[in-house]
């Protein structure tokens, strides 16, 4: 049986006044121009969790599907001037 669920996370943050005399002086400033290009990323999801990667473990299978209760391994894999990085992220499907 298919489901759908609508989901939004929030939290309540309350607003706090704050008042301080402060002096400050202006800074030089000194204009840099730099170019980067855009890293070149790709984005997979595993069947596996954050806890067998640091044991040791590679990364378990790539999935397309998952159901509410399966650990699954979010993985960003970005390359920046020859380097690879790796970014990960656990999640269990509630």
């Known amino acids: 049986v ?18 301080a005399e402060l002096g400050v002086s202006m800074l030089p400033t000194t204009e840099v121009e730099a170019r980067h290009g855009i890293p070149g990323c790709t984005y997979s999801i595993h069947r596996s969790s954050i806890d067998e990667l640091d044991a040791g473990k590679p990364a378990g ?9 399966d650990k699954v391994l979010h993985q960003w894999y970005c390359s920046t001037n020859g380097k690879k990085d790796l970014l990960t992220n656990k999640h269990n499907l509630n």
């Open 2 to 19: 298919d489901q759908a669920f609508h989901v939004k996370c929030f939290f309540e943050e309350a607003s706090k006044g704050l008042t």
């Open 61 to 69: 299978a790539v999935i397309q599907f998952a159901r509410v209760g």
